[in-house]
């Protein structure tokens, strides 16, 4: 029985030995690739009409993306949504870069959260 459990694990262990050095021969990973975009809405100017807020995204990657798109929650005083909104930056954000832009949102706007939706790596 010892025989046999020394077999399996010889066995697995060589596999993933082989496993490893034909993905790193086919520059493929056998992780799971991250994308390092990081999205910042805190800059936020309430006027008499609307409030504006300045999104900034940030590439932290070795890769480009194109249309990267970012949803936008706006919340009052008690914290209840007042708008819900998307935008997207279509130009090609080069790695590590940023691009920002202002977005208009309700006028009652006293706290904003964004996040990423989407994004398209360029190869």
Known sequence: MKAFF???????????????VVSRQNNTSLTPQTIDLQVDCSDLENVLVTSTVNVAVKNLSSRSHNDISVQL??????????????????RTLLPNSNFDKPVTLPAGTKRCDCKIVSSHPVR
């Open 6 to 20: 020394r077999l399996l694990l010889i066995v697995v262990v060589l596999g993933g030995l082989v496993l490893y």
């Open 73 to 90: 929650v706006a919340y009052d005083d008690e914290g209840k949504v007042l708008k819900e909104k998307y935008t997207t930056f279509s």
